[in-house]
């Protein structure tokens, strides 16, 4: 996968272009993509082509296109030339630190701890984008029938069903607890100003995750990856994405994150019994669930299962009992009784698609946000 490009270079040009060498440009590539054959490469890079040419054509856009960019170059500049912070007062809180530490275990001996609370984010949580989908009959057909009410006096068994699953504190036992624990290692929250969610790395500073995740925070501040363990944040520079599919990549330089193993969602047989991980309203849960089926709307697949989807959880892992990624949480109905994914296969495709700076994406981008379920 390439790296990021600014509009200019996806023309071939500089930033002194005129309008005319724009123009140019944008008909010879344009010609020469028309031999092309059609694929999801092709129209990605037939749209964000278009988008180049409108901004760069346009006089009040490409005169904000181009102080984004320096706006941007101006901040990393002052980040890499930050003089570095002397020592001594480091040493200083050292030996202060020498002298408390034993004071705190005084009195940390006499006086009793409260308990802990549950672990949150710091980082405020925001608004989340959810839709409420309407229930097709072919996701009904998936999902198992309420308990039967029986009638007063009967003794009439009870059916267990495998119903929504409650989200639990990432403290994980059994036979699943190693593979899990490293899937969480690999799990991260993405925030922008107008919304959060879960993105999970695929490559050392490389996370994927829904579209809907980053498209309401483009162009709106900096979009940030934060480390749940450290809370270290790592801004989101740059993305590829699938223009009939809810699937992103982002780019974070300098995250250095865990990479998932990626598994077969195809292998996967009705019932199976598979995990998500996300940050539900900011706050990262896990559930189990069992793999209800299989569905295709909008040209888009769905795992459909009977994991716990709440907001945030979007672009998520899910993943087999070894841990290996089998689908990308999508989101679920508001009474969360089924949760529906993206594939392993469509984590795959994206995965092969154009890197660009995030500030340059196409309006149409936003078309990712129709989840037809």
Not at 79 to 104: E, K, N, Q
Not at 322 to 351: K, M, N, Q, W
Request: with cysteine; aromatic share 6%; net charge neutral.
């Amino acid at each position: 996968m390439s790296e990021r490009q600014s509009l200019y270079e996806l023309l071939g040009l500089s930033d002194k272009a005129s309008p005319e060498d724009i123009k140019g440009a944008f008909d010879e590539l344009r010609q020469a993509m028309a031999t092309e054959p059609d694929g999801e490469e092709t129209r990605n890079r037939r749209a964000i082509l278009q988008h180049a040419h409108d901004v760069l054509n346009d006089r009040r856009q490409r005169a904000g296109y181009d102080r984004r960019r320096r706006d941007r170059r101006d901040a990393e500049l002052a980040r890499d030339s930050a003089p570095a912070r002397p020592l001594w007062p480091f040493l200083v809180m050292l030996l202060m630190a020498g002298t408390i530490y034993p004071a705190w275990l005084y009195v940390s001996a006499k006086v009793p701890e409260p308990s802990a609370p549950t672990q949150e984010l710091s980082t405020p949580p925001a608004v989340a984008i959810t839709e409420a989908p309407a229930i097709g009959e072919d996701i009904a057909a998936l999902l198992p029938p309420p308990n039967p009410v029986a009638a007063p006096g009967s003794s009439a068994p009870k059916t267990p069903v495998a119903g929504p699953q409650s989200p639990q504190k990432l403290a994980f036992d059994g036979p699943n607890a190693a593979a899990l624990a490293k899937v969480a290692d690999s799990t991260y929250l993405i925030i922008g100003a107008e919304g959060l969610g879960t993105g999970v790395v695929i490559d050392h500073d490389k996370l994927l995750t829904n579209c809907h995740v980053i498209a309401p925070n483009v162009l709106k501040g900096p979009i940030l990856a934060i480390n749940p363990a450290t809370r270290e944040k790592t801004r989101i520079v740059a993305a590829a994405f699938l223009i009939r599919e809810d699937a992103c990549v982002v780019h974070a330089p300098g995250l250095n994150g865990k990479p998932i193993a990626i598994g077969d969602a195809a292998r996967l047989a009705r019932g199976a019994r598979i995990f998500n991980i996300g940050f539900a309203n900011g706050r990262l849960i896990s559930s189990a669930g069992a793999l209800l089926g299989v569905i295709d709307r909008g040209g888009q697949t769905y795992l459909v299962s009977s994991n716990y989807c709440d907001q945030g959880v979007s672009g998520g892992p899910l993943v087999d009992e070894e841990g290996r990624l089998v689908g990308l949480t999508s989101g679920g109905p508001p009474d969360r009784s089924f949760c529906l994914s993206l594939t392993a296969e469509t984590a795959r495709t994206v995965l092969t698609q154009t890197l660009i700076a995030i500030d340059a994406f196409p309006p149409s981008y936003l078309s990712n946000l129709a989840r037809r379920w």
